[in-house]
Each structure stands twice: as structure tokens, then as C-alpha cells.
């Protein structure tokens, strides 16, 4: 079907976002600090500001008869493609919503905005159909055949398939840490922390599907709404009381976006919690004297901003023997996004770069050896930003961390 580039249906913006596009004030406090379009770029259009003004512009050419009669379907097309490519350049990162002294809303204006641009057959971008596909083909995003999710987890004895075993701990894996051999580790540590704490820790294998954290922030709501429903039907197949996911993306997709899309609110917890829950309770033994490490924290957006869990990744770095945590400047609310998220590294990995090798910069600074983060995309971006200026500082996830100062 020929899709008409001059018509956006806007039904799926909720109302309060309508509201709230209405409500900006044109400060510019979020286009400081908007790493896509105000400190790597400096581009007005794709500032927050600037797609607000744009989003303004459509909504009152739309609800004004007389402007509508007015516009020709040519400049509507424009205004259009215009709106698509500024609010895809956009990491979905949630600083704009930090800055707004007006505490707009603005993570859920942008993805509901591009849900409309998808229904519209306006969006997602082109670069990002491959990965759409990808998705519904293979349930990953790295066009990865199914069997081989669970390749890294051939070797380990003590981990069992949830569907048919009994267990504590359902491990909810997700797809870089199944599929990436360099983030493999993470999945494999977990095991291994897991096997030390005594739980008995299950996997799905090759049932397990991607979260649809990429489709949903990408605006593929009935896509990622499938996924979700599949995904908690597989959920049911165990006796799991408890799922853990070492990803950032896959928590908060799990935690706040599943009871939307399903009306299932999962036990979920990311390995965040968990290590710091069995490093309270005295669960994992610990080296006696290690030697001092100075070590720095990445807070993940999906994490942090979005859904606020600042405190376990410090809590955990607090009690381990030698290791000293080192702030950066911004940190927890205001720490800078690793430029991945929201399907911008599908689409613009120039800009992604740019941005992650500012954080790096910022850890650079601190003085500490090791950059610690708590996401596998994160990690993935970060340590290719650090290999490209020279490994000045060490990415390592959290798990990494924990491992090597267990007995
Ligand atoms: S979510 Fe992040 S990248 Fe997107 S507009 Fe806001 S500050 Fe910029
Ligand atoms: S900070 Fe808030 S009010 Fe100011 S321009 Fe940005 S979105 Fe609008």
C-alpha cells in the first residue's frame, strides 16, 4: 500500500502528551544539555525544543480548518519528513525531562510521538527496518539464529531450562548478553555469582525472545505489544517467583512497560538489586585484602533516569573489599547517556560515538582505572568509545566487578 507522507494520525499520543507539547515554554533548558542535538550537535531542530516547536507547528496546522486549507500537501510532506527525521535523532535518554523546570514528560512525549509516526506509516527510519525485521524473524535484533541463544550457557553444569526444571531465580538473559561472545561474560558471572549464593538459577534457551525494548522505543508499539504477550506466556511455562535480567534496557521494558502492553506485572528485578540484596545478607564470599581499585560508576538511562535505581550499583561498589568509588561530575540524575539507546545506534553511529567518547572523557577525569556500568548496550558502546581513544579507562560491567573479588 502507497503510504500518503502527508498525514499523521496523532490518536496515539495520549492526551496529557498532547497537553504537555501545548505547555512547553521554549526555555531551552533541555537543548543545553540534549546530547543529541545541544552538546554533541549543535542543531536546533533536533533539541527537544526544537521537535516541540516542530510537533506544535503540525498539531495547529491539523486543528485549524483554515490553516489546513491553507497548507498544500507538499509542505505538510516537508513539515512531516522533517518532525520523522528530528525525533529520530534522539537517544531517548530522558535528559530533556531532567532539565525542564516544568517537569514535562518528555520520554513518554517522544516515544508516543513516533508510536504515531509508525501508525502513519511515517516511521520508524529506514536503517531501522533490517533490525524490525530481525526481531519478528529471529527474536533478536542480531539477526542471531534461535538455537543459538543460549550458546554461551553450553558449558555451565548448574544452569537448568526453567521450563521443565525446579528453580529459584529465573535469569531473563536478553539478547546482547546471549548473543554478543564479548558480553557473553555477563551471563556467564551471573551463573556463577548465582551457583555461589546457592540459588538454583534457570534459563529459557532458545524460547527465550527479545524483550521489544528496541521496537517500543523505536515506535513499534503493536510489534513490541505481540513480544510482551509471548514473553510473559513463557514466563508462566516456569515456577519462577522471582526473574532477574543483568540488562538495563530489559528491566525497564519488563518492569514499566509490560503492565501497559499486557496487563501483567512481572517479579522482576535487575541484577542490580540481586548483588546487593546477597552482598547484605553476607551470601558471597568476598577476598580478604584485595588491592585497592578506584573505580568510577555509568549510570544507565534505562536505569537511572527512567526508572530511578541509583542506589544498588553503589551500594554494591561500597561493599566490596579495596574498591573505591570515584564520582564523575555527572552522575545519577544528570549522568550522560552512552548515545545508544532509542535505535540511534541503528541510525546515526557517528553521533553515538561522539557522545559515548564524551563519557569516556568524563571518566577519563576522575582518575579511576575502571569505568563500571550495569548494561550490556551500555558496555557495548563504551568499551568500542574507549578502544577508539586508546583504552585510557577499562569497561567492565558491574558482574565483572563482583567476580573478581569473590574467594
Ligand atoms: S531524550 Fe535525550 S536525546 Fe532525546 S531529546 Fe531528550 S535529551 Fe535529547
Ligand atoms: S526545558 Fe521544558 S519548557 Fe523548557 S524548552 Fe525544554 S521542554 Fe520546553
Known amino acids: 500500500m502507497k503510504r500518503d507522507k502527508s498525514r499523521i494520525d496523532l ?7 498532547l497537553v504537555e507539547f501545548d505547555a512547553c515554554t521554549r526555555c531551552g533548558e533541555c537543548s543545553i544539555i540534549c546530547p543529541t542535538g545541544g552538546e554533541a550537535e549543535q542543531v536546533e531542530e533536533r533539541t527537544p ?22 497548507t498544500s500537501e507538499k509542505k505538510m510532506e516537508r513539515m512531516l519528513s522533517d518532525l520523522s ?11 530533556c525531562m531532567e532539565a525542564c523546570p516544568l517537569s514535562l514528560r518528555t520520554i513518554e512525549m517522544w516515544e508516543s510521538l513516533r508510536r504515531s509516526l509508525v501508525d502513519s506509516g511515517l516511521g520508524p527510519k529506514e536503517p531501522h527496518e533490517a533490525l524490525v525485521k530481525s526481531i519478528e524473524n529471529y527474536d533478536n535484533p542480531w539477526m542471531q539464529p534461535r538455537m543459538q541463544r543460549a550458546r554461551w550457557a553450553k558449558k555451565i553444569k548448574s544452569i537448568v531450562d526453567a521450563t521443565k526444571e525446579k528453580i529459584d531465580l529465573l535469569y531473563y538473559v536478553g539478547c546482547t548478553a546471549s548473543y554478543d561472545p ?15 549464593a546457592g540459588l538454583r538459577m534457570g534459563i529459557l534457551g532458545k ?3 527479545c524483550c521489544g525494548s528496541t521496537l517500543l522505543r523505536i515506535g513499534e508499539y503493536e510489534r513490541a505489544r505481540k513480544l510482551a504477550l509471548e514473553n510473559v506466556d513463557i514466563f508462566r511455562r516456569t515456577d519462577a517467583d522471582r526473574i532477574v535480567t543483568a540488562c538495563a534496557g530489559c528491566y525497564k521494558t519488563l518492569a514499566q512497560d509490560y503492565p501497559s502492553l499486557t496487563g501483567t506485572r512481572l517479579p522482576v528485578f535487575h541484577t542490580t538489586q540481586l548483588l546487593a540484596e546477597l552482598l547484605s545478607e553476607d ?42 568509588l570515584v564520582e564523575m561530575e555527572r552522575n545519577r540524575e544528570r549522568s550522560r547517556c552512552c548515545g545508544a539507546g532509542g535505535g540511534l545506534m541503528t541510525l546515526n553511529q557517528e553521533i553515538v560515538f ?13 582518575g ?26 577499562k569497561v567492565i560491567d558491574i558482574t565483572d566487578l563482583v567476580i573478581e573479588l569473590l574467594e
Not at 292 to 320: F, K, N
Open 11 to 17: 490518536s496515539s499520543i495520549p492526551a496529557k502528551s
Open 49 to 70: 525544543r526544537g521537535k516541540i516547536r516542530a510537533v506544535r507547528k503540525v498539531v495547529r496546522t491539523l486543528r485549524n480548518p483554515l490553516r489546513a486549507a491553507l
Open 85 to 95: 527525521e528530528s525525533v529520530y535523532q534522539c537517544s531517548i535518554c530522558g535528559m
Open 182 to 196: 564479548e558480553i557473553n561474560r555477563v551471563a556467564q558471572n551471573l551463573v556463577s555469582i548465582a551457583e555461589k
Open 207 to 209: 524460547a527465550e525472545k
Open 283 to 324: 551470601r558471597l564470599p568476598l577476598k580478604k585484602d584485595p588491592p585497592g581499585l578506584a573505580v568510577t560508576y555509568h549510570d544507565p538511562c534505562h536505569l537511572g533516569r527512567h526508572t530511578q535505581m541509583y542506589d544498588w550499583p553503589r551500594e554494591i561498589i561500597s561493599r566490596l573489599p579495596g574498591v573505591t
Open 354 to 366: 561522539r557522545i559515548a567518547g564524551m563519557r569516556i572523557e568524563d571518566a577519563e577525569r576522575t
Open 368 to 393: 579511576a582505572q575502571v569505568l563500571v556500568t550495569s548494561c550490556p548496550f551500555c558496555q557495548q558502546t563504551l568499551v568500542e568509545a574507549a578502544r577508539r581513544r586508546d583504552n585510557s579507562v
